[in-house]
């Protein structure tokens, strides 16, 4: 299983000379199953690169959004294949007859937010109406988890010959009032997994401030890979405000973090261009450094 970072921020796009080493583009990922399947989850500014490097093949893409806020979206109408004609692309939106977040993907493309029309698109894009049954028909295992953010959304955990990943973007872990999936349930839904990437917006300072905002606290995220005792985790989301340098020094304090608890945790912050190959082996994890260096 081949996982690859092409937007890593939160909230909004942040490109700039503070935000070069990780990046500035919003939420997306690539993921290439064994069985040949991609994955793409979320569709953020960080979709176009990735569409630069997909318009050079015809696979099947399956589009998993985990919400429909403007920075998980706002790349879709950028993305190369879908200006392919017959091009499949299926979107695996939000719940069950609730098409909110494919509303929001396919409206941006109106004519006055976008000159073309998702009408006139010559790819062949379908959606999907039982999520839950056609997910369960994959090849792969695939399990999902209700997010706590305003609006909901999604969490995804694939699991293929026996490696696993989660994704788990736009999350609080310790939301006010009555959250959808409760701490504990998350630790049960992360459990072992050889790859956890998990919304890591905030820090303390930037409470009570932002408490409800639907993002986790660093520390938090931290505490979930040991409860959870995950293989690698990758702190995915970043602030737009949140520079380089700030988050060389959380990599140095997640690093201590996890001596300090005598943890074997991989603790990795996202980046585009980063990426990961897992195989089932005693060191499940092989990091390749460069996105050249990757053929999708």
């Known amino acids: 299983m081949q996982i690859s970072f092409y937007g890593v921020r939160g909230s909004i796009a942040a490109p700039g000379p503070t935000t070069v080493k990780y990046g500035g583009n919003t939420s997306c990922v690539h993921v290439k199953t064994n069985s040949g399947q991609n994955l793409i989850f979320d569709a953020g500014t960080g979709i176009r690169m990735l569409g630069e490097r997909m318009v050079r093949h015809d696979e099947p893409l399956l589009l998993m959004l985990s919400h429909g806020h403007w920075d998980h979206i706002q790349g879709y109408p950028f993305f190369g294949p879908i200006y392919q004609p017959g091009r499949q692309i299926t979107v695996c939106q939000g719940s069950e007859g609730n098409a909110v977040a494919l509303r ?8 006055s937010n976008f000159p073309v029309h998702a009408t006139d698109l010559p ?92 993002h986790s606290l660093i520390s938090q995220v931290r505490q979930l890979a040991v409860d959870a005792q995950v293989k690698n985790l990758v702190m995915y989301h970043h602030d737009p405000d949140r520079s380089d340098a700030e988050l060389d020094e959380i990599a140095i304090e997640s690093a201590q973090f996890f001596k300090t608890r005598r943890s074997v945790i991989g603790s990795h912050i996202a980046a585009e261009g980063l990426q990961f190959e897992l195989v089932q082996k005693r060191d499940p994890l092989v990091r390749t450094l460069t996105l050249n260096e990757f053929e999708p």
């Open 123 to 214: 790819s062949r894009i379908a959606t999907i109406d039982e999520v839950e049954a056609y997910l369960a028909a994959l090849t792969f295992k695939t399990t999902r988890k209700d997010l706590n953010h305003p609006g909901g959304g999604h969490a995804y955990r694939i699991e293929e010959d026996g490696v696993s990943m989660a994704y788990i973007t736009d999350n609080e872990l310790e939301p006010p009032g009555q959250p959808q999936t409760t701490y504990d349930e998350w630790v049960d839904f992360c459990q072992g997994v050889d790859l956890l990437i998990h919304d890591a917006q905030y820090e303390e300072s930037d409470m009570p401030a932002k408490h409800g905002w639907g």
């Open 104 to 111: 929001a993907l396919i409206e941006q493309m109106d004519g």
